[in-house]
C-alpha cells in the first residue's frame, strides 16, 4: 500500500502524465485522447506501487509484466513509461512519426517496457494467460497484469481467455477493466451491454472487486488486494470516464474516442491541468 | 527401412522424445490432442502440455505470452482450425516475435471424408504473408522429425503443416533436411516436378510412369516454404522448360505462389510454371485416394498433368 504522501505526489505526477498525453496526440494529430485519460490513473498506480520492473532492466526474467490489451490508450503507458526512466521524454513528441520508437499501438522490441504487440482488441487477456503460465511453470511469484476496455470485453477472445484462467486457477493473473462507458459507434450499453460485467467475470471463475478508477487510494487499494494469492484470477473493475480531466471531453464520452484535439483545445486543456499543478 | 507414417504421427513421437531434451517446450490443444498426436507429449509431460478446449484463438494468444515468457509453445488442432485464427496469429505471434510453433494437422483434401469444412486448403498462403514466420511441410517421417528437431531448438515464429494420411518414406537415413532449400528426390530434364508434403510422394511415382512415355521428370520436394530457395528454383527455372508444381492446398499462394514468384523475379529463365494443385474450389468429402485421384494429386494424375502441359 502507498503512504497518503506517496498518493498526494503522485496525483501531481499524474495531471502531468495527462498534459503529456494531450500534447503527444495532438503533435500527432491523431491518436486516442479518451481511453488515454480514462486509464492513466489505474496505470499510474500500477507503475509506481505494484509491478515489480526495473525500468533499467526491463526484460529480466523474473519481472511483472503488464500488457496493455486495450493498446489504442499506449500515450498513457508512454507517458508512465517515460516518467519512470524507461526511456526519454524528449521521445513523446515522436509519437505515431515515421520511423519512432512510439508506434500509434504497442510493439514489442520499440519502446521499452513494451511487452506484447496489442492493438487488434481482444487478444491481451490471452497473453497475459500464457505469461502468467509461464511464470507459474518456472515456480517464480511474478504477476501478469491485464488492462482491458470496457467495449473490447464485447470480443469473443477475452471470455475463451477468462474460461481458461478460470479452468486453469492462475492467480498470478489479475486484469483490469477500464469501464469508461463509450466507444466508437457510441455508449457501452447502447452499441453492445456488458452488464452484468462483476456476475459475468464470478461465473468464469475469477474474483473480483468494482472501485472508482480515479480513486488514487482505492485503486492502490484494489491492486493491494490483487497481490493476494487466492486460487483464482482476479479482475479489478474501474469505473472510470472517458477523457478523464479535461472538461470538455468529459462532457462528450463518444466524441472524443479517438479524435485529436486542434492546437488550442490543447492548449486549453493543459492549461487548465497547469492551474491544478500550480494550485496544490 | 521405414514404414509409411503420417506426419502427424511422426511429429507426436519426435515431439515426446525432444521434450526431455528441451525443458523449455510447452504444448497446447485445442480439443484435438488425439488427432494431432500431441497426446503423446501430453502423456510423457503432462504439467508441459495445456488442454485449451475448443477455444483455438486463445490457445494461441497464450502459447505467445508462453512463448514471450521463455517456452518454446507448440500450439496444435487441425490445420484448417488454428490458422484459421490468422488475426490472432498475425498480432500475438508474428508481430510479437513471441516463441511459438503453429501446428496444423490433417491439412488438405487429404483428411477425407470429414469434407471441407474440417479441410485447411489456404493455411500456406496465410501463413506465407506474415513477416518473420517460417513455414515448413515435411513429405515423409525422416523430414518431419528432422523439422521438427529444427523448431525444438530454434526460437522464433513457425508454422508446421501435417497430415493425417501415411505418407511413404522418400529419404534415406543421410538425408538432412535444411531450411529455405530444395529437396532434390530425382533428377531430370523435361520438367521439375516441384512438390511438398501429401502429394510428394505421388509425384516420385508420377516420375516413374513418365519415363515409360519417355519423359524425363526431376521431382523436387519443396520443405521449406518460407524461407523460400528463390535461387535454387530460378536455377531449375533456367536448365528445364517446364515446372509444374504440386500440392494438396489451393492453387493460389502456396507453393506454387511461392515457385511462381521466384521464377518471375529471376534472370535466365526459360520454364513455363504450371501451377497444379485445389483449382480454387472448395473441397468435398470422399476417401483420402478418391480425392487425389479427383484432383489429379495421386501417380497417375499428376502424371497426365505433366502430361498435359508438355503436349506429349
Known sequence: ?280 | MQKPKASRQAFGEALAELGAVHPEIVVLDADLAKSTKSELFMKKFPERFFEMGIAEQNMVGVAAGLGLAGKNAFCCSFACFVAGRFETIKISVAYSGANVKIVGTHAGVGIGPDGYSQMGLEDLALMRTLPGMQVYQPADELETRQIVAHLAANPGAAYLRLTRQELAPLHGEGYRFTPGKLDVLAEGKDVAIFATGGPTMHAVTARAELAKAGIDAAVVNVPSIKPFDDAGTQAWAAKVPLIVTVEDHNVLGGLGGAVAEAVSAGHGSKARVVRHGIPDVFGESGEPDELYAKFKLDGAGIAAVVREALGR
Not at chain 1, 130 to 148: E, K, N, Q, S, W
Open chain 1, 1 to 280: 500500500m502507498a503512504t497518503e504522501a506517496e498518493l498526494k505526489t503522485l496525483e501531481r505526477t499524474l495531471i502531468q502524465a495527462r498534459i503529456d498525453i494531450l500534447e503527444m496526440i495532438t503533435a500527432a494529430g491523431s491518436g486516442h485522447p479518451g481511453g488515454s485519460l480514462s486509464a492513466i490513473d489505474l496505470i499510474g498506480v500500477l507503475y509506481a506501487h505494484h509491478l515489480r520492473q526495473d525500468p533499467k532492466a526491463p526484460s529480466a526474467p523474473q519481472r511483472d509484466r503488464f500488457v496493455l490489451s486495450k493498446g489504442h490508450g499506449v500515450p498513457a503507458l508512454y507517458a508512465v513509461l517515460a516518467e519512470r526512466g524507461y526511456f526519454d521524454r524528449a521521445l513523446l513528441p515522436t509519437l505515431r512519426k515515421l520511423g519512432s520508437p512510439l508506434q500509434g499501438h504497442p510493439v514489442v522490441g520499440t519502446a521499452p517496457g513494451i511487452e506484447a504487440c496489442t492493438g487488434s482488441l481482444g487478444q491481451g487477456l490471452s497473453v497475459a494467460l500464457g505469461m502468467a503460465l509461464g511464470a507459474r511453470l518456472d515456480a517464480h511469484d511474478a504477476r501478469v497484469y491485464c488492462l482491458m476496455g470496457d467495449g473490447e470485453i464485447q470480443e469473443g477472445q477475452v471470455w475463451e481467455a477468462a474460461m481458461a484462467a478460470g479452468k486453469l486457477a492462475v492467480d498470478g493473473l489479475v486484469g483490469i477493466l477500464d469501464f469508461n462507458k463509450a466507444q466508437i459507434d457510441g455508449l457501452v450499453s447502447d452499441v453492445m451491454p456488458i452488464e452484468p460485467v462483476e456476475a459475468k467475470w464470478q461465473s468464469f471463475g475469477w474474483l473480483t472487486r468494482r472501485i472508482d478508477g480515479h480513486d488514487l487510494s482505492a485503486i492502490d487499494a484494489a491492486l493491494s488486494w490483487s497481490r493476494v494469492r487466492e486460487g483464482k484470477p482476479k479482475l479489478i473493475v474501474a469505473d472510470t470516464i472517458k477523457g478523464k480531466g479535461v472538461s470538455f471531453m468529459e462532457s462528450e464520452l463518444v466524441k472524443w474516442h479517438g479524435v485529436a484535439p486542434t492546437q488550442d483545445q490543447c492548449t486549453q486543456a493543459v492549461a487548465a491541468l497547469r492551474a491544478r499543478l500550480g494550485g496544490n
